[in-house]
C-alpha cells in the first residue's frame, strides 16, 4: 500500500492519501513506483481509518518486487517527533555492534495511554517514512532523496552512492564471500545498477547477517550504510557492525 500515488503516468501531480476526497473514490492512480504499472486507488477515505492507496484490481497489481506492494509501507507520522529528526545522526547510532543472537524488539508504544514522541530510531522506521513520501519532500533536516537511494530517487546518484545513506537493494548473483566475510547486493531493485558489499569484521555478526539475507533472497533488503567506492566500477563499500543496520522487507 501507499501513503500517496500520483494523478498522472508521468509522476508530476503527486496526491497524499491524507488529502484525499471523496470525489477521488473511483479514481485510478499511479503508484510512486515509476517502473509499476498497478492501478491504485484510495481506500478507507472517509471512514476513522487512515487512508491508503492500494492495487484493488486483479488485472492491475504491483509489479513483483515494488516496494509500494501489500503492507510494505505501514508509516504512522503521528508516532514520532519530526522536529528533532536529524538523519545523519540518526543514522550514526544505527553503526554500533549488538549483540548477533539476540533479536532486537523495539516496542515503542510500552506506556500505555499517552504515547511519547520521540525521533524515528530504526533503520525500518527510517525505511517506511522514506517510502510514505516523495523524494523531493523534506522530512527533519533533510530531503528524502538525499536520504534513501532506490528506484524513485536514482536519477539524483548518477555517479554513484558516497556517504550516510539507506539503500533498497535486493539479492543479483553471488551473494556473500566467506573468506572475505563480504555481502553483495544491487540496487536500485529496477535497474540494479549499482553494487553494494557489505564488509564485516565480527565473523558471528557476519553469520547472522548472511542467514537472514540468504533465507530472504527474494524480498527486498533495505541498508544503512557509510558507503565509499570499492575500487571496482560502480561498486560501494560500507562497514557492518550489527543488525541494525539491515533490514528485510517482508510483505
Ligand atoms: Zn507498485
Known sequence: MATYAYKDANRKNVIYASNAVKEDRNKRFYCPNPNCAAHLYICAVDGSKKAYFRATRKEFPHIPMCSF???????????????????????????????????????????????????????????QMCKSKPVTDVYGDKEIGSMILDDRSEYRYPKGCFGSRIVEAIVKGKLYDNGKKQIYLSA???????????EFSDEKTYRVIRDEIYNNK????????????????????????GRKQITVIKE
Open 69 to 127: 506492494g501489500p503492507k510494505t509501507v505501514d508509516f504512522e507520522p503521528n508516532q514520532f517527533d519530526e522536529s528533532k529528526f536529524v538523519f545523519d545522526n540518526a543514522m550514526d547510532k544505527l553503526f554500533v555492534e549488538t549483540d548477533a543472537q539476540k533479536v532486537q524488539k523495539t516496542s515503542e508504544n510500552n506506556n500505555q495511554g499517552t504515547v511519547k514522541q520521540h525521533p524515528l530510531r530504526t533503520i525500518k522506521q527510517i525505511y
Open 188 to 198: 536500485p531493485v529496477n535497474s540494479k545498477k549499482y553494487s553494494f558489499v557489505l
Open 218 to 241: 527474494d524480498k527486498i533488503i533495505v541498508v544503512a550504510g557509510k558507503w565509499e567506492p570499492s575500487g571496482i566500477y560502480n561498486s560501494f563499500i560500507t562497514k557492518v557492525y
